[in-house]
């Protein structure tokens, strides 16, 4: 021991009582709600994840996730959340120096820019306001403008805003425009819930996270590469290590992970798929719009204003604009003390205006009516009536 540590010792933590979780209706856009058979899964034992029990579970998820991306290529998992599939995407598909251009309609589409530019990339950025999508005519006007670029970032579901940008027809004009293009596609908050079809729709990486769609908690970063991206990633300069797709498509095909994995996590998310599968595509995705129009059809009949243009309203996050000077903090502290409501509230110059509500995942219908009943009843005491 050292005479510093001696004479200054670091304290011992008091012991303190862990607070109970309360039962709250959870209703932010991720981490979201994991139904009680799920949670169970996660208290199953550890297992060696080098063993043929872990062996059995990423042949079984892989083969599932490769069903709902729609695609044929190996979809890759890492322990990281959302943020660790935009850096992926763009460690593995490019060169220092290389020019990409990022479509962006609110944060999380700035965000994935901002890694880019950190990895020493020239971005063109193709912006548009907060609550609209990307209008393909005008991208399609843009991108003749630009110099020629290499890869396209691109937002499928805006968490930030509640909007659904058309991947479909953007992936098809950029593909027009630039063969070669690597389309890379943000689908944390909307794969598994919304329809994306990635080998199809010729989109070269699509990623997505375990606490947004798949009723699962935080903790596993899932992305897949169509061949064109392979072939990018073999002489992409940029460097990587942990998130490195050749060596992770080695050891997957070995019936491994590439690390430690989530072990709980993908306890959680192979019962999540299963129950997904007995769900249906389809079926998700039509619970999904019924949600999305049940949440907006509340919001305007209280009155409030929705955030995101309604064409491009996203079915599995609404923002709702709040009334200007209104206490919005105060509100969402009641909903959240009194109702047991806990609603998302908006991001950067957002924070005070909106707020959101997450349907995606696991929920009920009741939840979104009790959800919305509660925003109404409490709208109601902060002396709200209607515009
Ligand atoms: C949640 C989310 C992310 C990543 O956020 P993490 O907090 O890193 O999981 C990225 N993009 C979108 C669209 C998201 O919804």
Redesign the pocket.
């Known amino acids: 021991m050292t005479v510093q540590q001696e004479k200054n010792p670091i304290p011992v933590p008091q012991v303190e009582p862990r607070a109970p979780i309360p039962k709250q209706n959870l209703r932010i ?2 981490p979201t709600v994991v139904p009680d058979e799920i949670l169970a899964e996660m208290a199953r034992p550890m297992i060696n994840h080098r063993g043929p029990e872990f062996a059995a579970i990423l042949r079984r998820v892989t083969a599932r996730l490769q069903y709902f991306f729609q695609t044929r290529s190996p979809v890759l998992t890492y322990p990281a ?4 599939g ?1 850096e992926s995407a763009i460690v593995n598909l490019f060169s220092p120096g290389d020019h990409v251009v990022a479509i962006t309609i609110g944060s ?1 589409g700035n ?1 994935f820019a901002r890694i880019a530019e950190t990895y020493g990339l020239q971005v063109s950025r193709i912006e548009f306001p907060w609550g609209e999508g990307a209008d393909p005519d005008v991208v399609e006007s843009r991108l003749k403008t630009l110099p020629p670029y290499r890869g396209v970032l691109v ?1 499928h ?3 930030s805003t509640g909007v659904t940008n058309d991947i479909q027809t953007l992936a098809s004009l950029i593909r027009r425009h630039n063969p070669d293009a690597l389309i890379a596609v ?1 689908a ?2 909307s794969l598994g819930c919304i329809p994306l079809e990635m080998d199809l729709w010729d989109l070269d990486v699509v990623f997505t ?1 375990s ?2 769609g798949w009723m699962s908690p ?1 903790g596993v970063m899932m992305i897949a590469a169509s061949e064109r991206a392979w072939q990018a990633n073999k002489s992409a300069k940029l460097p990587r290590f942990y998130f490195d797709w050749a060596s992770s498509r080695k050891r997957l095909e070995a019936g491994q992970h590439p690390t430690t994995p989530a072990v709980s996590v993908f306890y959680a998310l192979d019962r999540a798929l299963e129950l997904m599968l007995e769900e249906g595509r389809e079926a998700i995705f039509e619970r999904h719009r019924r949600a999305g129009e049940y949440v907006r059809r509340r919001a305007r009949e209280m009155g409030l204003e929705l955030f995101a243009n309604p064409r491009y309203a996203s079915n599995t996050v609404t923002a709702v604009r709040l009334p200007e000077g209104f206490n919005t903090k105060a509100f969402m502290k009641a909903l959240r003390e009194q109702d047991g409501v806990v609603l998302g509230g908006g991001q950067e110059h957002l924070e005070g205006k909106i707020f959101r509500v997450g349907h995606l995942g696991y929920f009920r219908e009741e939840d979104l009516a009790e959800a919305m009943d509660k925003v109404e009843q409490r709208l109601r005491s902060f002396g709200f009536t209607g515009r």
């Not at 959340?81 to 660790?84: D, E, I, K, P, Y």
């Open positions: 856009p991720g959340s959302g943020t660790g935009q999380f965000r937002t579901n805006e968490t943000d944390v908050s996270g606490q947004k935080p």
